[in-house]
């Protein structure tokens, strides 16, 4: 059946908005056309061009708000969210009471005294590190390293027993493996300042541990670079007498820090003072915020390419339709049917296509760690290594308000790109366009 044909017989829906000769024509125009056109390869061509981009997008952004997500939370759940320091040439001795007193300010969940250095480890391999001091019981209270799923071997229950705190240490998985020790295994550590001798200052000083526990956190500086031990041997082994380096502070609302800090601030003499982890990090995370924003634009700016495909099917549609276009206008359709019928032609190829890209795009982002995994596996080496991207799985975060926001993008850009069209084909002189058939 022709479309002339199909003219005759609906003329009464031909005027009606997208009645069912315009829904059949449209559908028939996009999915056959003669042989050697190339409009169907056209219109394959832009509905994966923008099933691509739509799906990158998503991904793209889920992804990057995992990371987010992500690193936020590794941050947040093994540091501190506001420390208390004391100011240069004194030393912050009095912790056990100005740390009992920050406990009791409202929202506060805990106040830790840290003594924090630089060591050089070595066993049967060597690397540097940072050594954090702790109290034993502070230590148990982190579930990013205590909690179940963390902590992978040895126990925490010994952990500061013994003269001077004992000698276990605890680190993670990737510093463990990188050093060749495991649970028991010896570990000599190596510090900058020694003891005072009839020569003066040694320019080392070491001192050998014993691994008592193994964590993994699951982002490879925290893995790689960490390694605790109890606060009395800390401030023995790195010279502190009795004063520790800092008070980390957690609070139940780190997201919201402003009001705590204040309240710490107000609480602390003229000796002391405090920052918060967004003085700290909010460089860094501006940054991925920054990034995050430019690869919205770069892809975004590819799915308006992808969607202009539309536009270029289109236009060869009408000139490949113009003799069928002519018939119709003959018989009775009107301007707004032919401009409807070209209209829904190109808003078929970009729902369908994002229709694909959102389907696609939020099944990817699901599943993007263990697609990643697999990959890896498959050409044999780790796509995003945790040592240059710091997480061990490839995080991904889906935000319904960026799908809907990527999707109506793609409509309205679909939209858009068949509105001239969509005139064009209106605009044809039926007399003209049979003056050569």
């Known amino acids: 059946m022709t479309a002339s044909t199909d003219t005759a017989t609906s003329t009464g829906s031909a005027t009606r908005p997208f009645g069912l000769f315009e829904w059949t024509v449209a559908r028939?125009?996009?999915?056959?056309?003669?042989?050697?056109?190339?409009?169907?390869?056209?219109?394959?061509?832009a509905?994966?061009?923008?099933?691509?981009?739509?799906?990158?997008?998503?991904?793209?952004?889920?992804?990057?708000?995992?990371f987010r997500a992500k690193l936020l939370e590794q941050l947040l759940g093994v540091n501190g969210h506001i420390y208390v320091e004391a100011t240069q040439d004194t030393e912050l001795t009095a912790y056990p009471a100005i740390?009992?007193?920050?406990?009791?300010?409202?929202?506060?969940?805990?106040?830790?005294?840290?003594?924090?250095?630089?060591?050089?480890?070595t066993a049967a391999g060597q690397t540097a590190a940072i050594a954090y001091g702790i109290e034993p019981e502070d230590l148990r209270n982190i579930d990013m390293i205590a909690g179940e799923g963390h902590l992978l071997e040895g126990s925490l229950e010994t952990f500061g027993e013994g003269r001077n705190g004992g000698n276990e240490i605890v680190m993670g998985r990737r510093l463990a493996a990188s050093l060749g020790v495991g649970i028991?295994?010896?570990?000599?550590?190596?510090t900058a300042g020694g003891a005072e001798t009839p020569m003066g200052t040694a320019p080392i000083r070491d001192k050998t541990y014993y691994v008592g526990a193994i964590y993994a956190i699951g982002m490879s500086e925290y893995d790689s670079g960490f390694i605790y031990m109890p606060l009395q041997q800390a401030q023995l082994f790195f010279r502190r007498g009795d004063a520790v380096d800092k008070i980390e502070v957690r609070v139940d609302q780190p997201q919201d820090i402003r009001p705590y800090q204040?309240?710490?601030?107000?609480?602390?003499?003229?000796?002391?003072?405090?920052?918060?982890?967004?003085?700290?990090?909010?460089?860094?995370?501006n940054a991925l915020q920054t990034e995050r924003a430019l690869m919205r634009i770069i892809l975004s700016l590819i799915l308006a390419v992808a969607v202009l495909n539309i536009i270029t099917g289109l236009v060869m549609l009408v000139k490949?339709?113009?003799?069928?276009?002519?018939?119709?206008?003959?018989?009775?359709?009107?301007?707004g049917s032919i401009?409807?019928?070209?209209?829904?032609?190109?808003?078929?190829?970009?729902?369908?296509g994002t229709l694909t890209g959102l389907v696609l795009g939020i099944l990817i982002s699901l599943n993007v760690g263990p697609i990643e995994m697999a990959l890896s596996d498959w050409f044999g080496f780790r796509l995003f290594p945790a040592d240059v991207y710091l997480f061990?799985?490839?995080?991904?975060?889906?935000?319904m308000a960026e799908v809907i926001s990527v999707v109506s993008f793609s409509l309205v850009m679909s939209f858009l790109s068949t509105l001239y069209p969509a005139w064009r084909a209106a605009s044809l002189d039926p007399v003209e366009a049979l003056r050569y058939e």
């Open 28 to 45: 028939r125009y996009i999915s056959a056309t003669k042989k050697g056109s190339g409009v169907s390869l056209i219109s394959i061509i």
């Open 47 to 66: 509905f994966i061009g923008i099933a691509l981009a739509v799906t990158v997008l998503i991904v793209v952004m889920s992804v990057m708000e995992g």
């Open 99 to 121: 740390s009992e007193e920050l406990r009791q300010i409202a929202g506060v969940e805990s106040a830790i005294p840290i003594v924090q250095d630089y060591v050089y480890l």
């Open 184 to 190: 028991g295994s010896p570990v000599t550590v190596i």
């Open 262 to 285: 204040e309240r710490i601030i107000s609480r602390l003499s003229d000796t002391l003072f405090a920052y918060n982890w967004q003085n700290l990090h909010q460089t860094y995370f």
């Open 320 to 335: 490949d339709k113009m003799s069928d276009i002519a018939v119709m206008r003959t018989l009775g359709a009107t301007r």
């Open 339 to 352: 401009m409807r019928i070209f209209f829904l032609s190109g808003m078929m190829i970009g729902f369908l």
């Open 392 to 399: 061990d799985q490839m995080p991904a975060r889906v935000q």
